[in-house]
């Protein structure tokens, strides 16, 4: 586990946990707008995924674009992940294509080891990545010699860096779950920069363990958290309480392996709404976690604003934090 996943790190809820929101689920806003949003919710970091508006790696003046939301997440005092899965970033005809799993799979080493870039110099607490969906005309073991060899170039690049990985089992890709995860871990070398994402509504969906001991099962190695209510065998990010999870035992699982990292709301389909749902998911991760609620009416269409956010950068102490 990382230092910064074991720090005593200030905005700390109930029991050490730190929530955050993935811009993933503000698809809609610009980047600033919603680091801003999010931080006025009262959210202590963010999972920014990388994407066409959202600090786009391969576009003009990265190194610039880079230092501006270095700084805007300072003065709106979050902490940041890095997470790696724009849907069409790197090919607008095909989803998430290509992975290291395709024919060639540079370009995606290329944004991988961006991405690592960028995650050093916004002093990010992991980069998160996942393998990809087999291609039906790959058999099993040549995509697992083409997973290994994209993520050496990538583990050696983030160890060069001081930078920590996070894998991500993902339903349906080629490491889909916990035990899956820990053949890539042991076949690259159990490299100390390579943890485990775990996203909570991914045990839900198909680990065989209850999603507790899931969180138990990976504590000593788990960096990134990702967090969504779901269904058994049914892959769709929901909205707390619309599936199957009993949260207060799966947040009391990360305090007890004295997991400190970011704890990030996993919701990529809903950036219709996404103050409004941003807003009603704090809410209830800061009761399910045993805090105070923000207060705010979980039912509620719109979120007003704490205070007036666009041009300002008084944003160092958040409004509202469980």
Known sequence: MTDAANSGTPGAGPGGLRFGYGTNGFANHRLADALAVIADLGYVGVALTLDHDHLDPFAPELARRVEAVRRRLTELG?????ETGARYLLDPWHKHAPTLLHDDAALRVEFLRRAVAIGADLGAEAVSFWAGVRPEAVPTALAWDRLL???????????RAGVTLGFEPEPGMLVEDIAGWRRLHAALGAPGCLGITLDIGHCRCLEPLPVPDCVRDVGAHLVNVQIDDMRRGVHE???????????PPVLAALREVGYRGLVAVELPRHSHAAPAVAARSLDFLCTAAGGESPGRDPKA??????????????????????
Do not use: M, N, W
Request: contains cysteine; hydrophobic residues 40%; charged residues 25%.
């Open 149 to 159: 060899a994209g993520c050496a170039p990538v583990v050696e690049a983030a160890d």
């Open 237 to 247: 990010h929901l909205e707390f309480g619309e599936g199957e999870i009993d949260f």
């Open 301 to 322: 269409d719109t979120v007003a604003p704490q205070r007036r956010y666009q041009g300002r950068s008084d944003h160092a102490v958040p409004a509202k934090r469980c």
């Open 78 to 82: 979050l902490a940041v992940v890095i």
